[in-house]
Nanobody, 116 residues
Framework: QVQLVESGGGLVQPGGSLRLSCTAS????????VTWYRQAPGKEREWVGV????????NYADSVKGRFTISRDNTWNTAYLQMNSLKPDDTAVYYC?????????WGQGTQVTVSS
C-alpha cells in the first residue's frame, strides 16, 4: 500500500536550518508530484510547496519562498524539504503528500519547533 514517512523534524533555534525527508513506498514515486504542508497549533493546514515528478518544477508559498527548497531523489524514493532561516512562525507539524491515482495520501507528519 502507499506509504509516506516524514523524518528530520526537531527543535531548532531561530535562524537555524533543518532538512526534512519524505520517503515513499507502494507506488512508482518518480511518476508523482510531492507536496509539503504544515499545520501549526490551532491553525488550519497550510500548503508549503510542491515539486514535480523529476524535480524540474517547484512552487512555494510566499511565506517560505527564498528560505525553503524542495528537492527529490527518485533513486531513493525520497523528497526533501530544506528549511533555512527558520522563524518561530515556522513551528508546525510538517506533512508530505502525494496524489496517487486520484487519492491523496499523507504521511504521519514530523514536528518542527523553532524556539530559543
Amino acid at each position: 500500500q502507499v506509504q509516506l514517512v516524514e523524518s528530520g523534524g526537531g527543535l531548532v533555534q531561530p535562524g537555524g536550518s533543518l532538512r526534512l525527508s519524505c520517503t515513499a513506498s507502494g507506488f512508482t514515486f518518480r511518476n508523482y508530484a510531492v507536496t509539503w504542508y504544515r499545520q501549526a497549533p490551532g491553525k488550519e493546514r497550510e500548503w508549503v510547496g510542491v515539486i514535480g515528478t523529476f524535480g524540474g518544477y517547484t512552487n512555494y508559498a510566499d511565506s517560505v519562498k527564498g528560505r525553503f527548497t524542495i528537492s527529490r531523489d527518485n533513486t531513493w524514493n525520497t523528497a526533501y524539504l530544506q528549511m533555512n532561516s527558520l522563524k518561530p512562525d515556522d513551528t508546525a507539524v510538517y506533512y508530505c503528500s502525494a496524489d496517487v491515482i486520484g487519492k491523496q495520501h499523507w504521511g504521519q507528519g514530523t514536528q518542527v519547533t523553532v524556539s530559543s
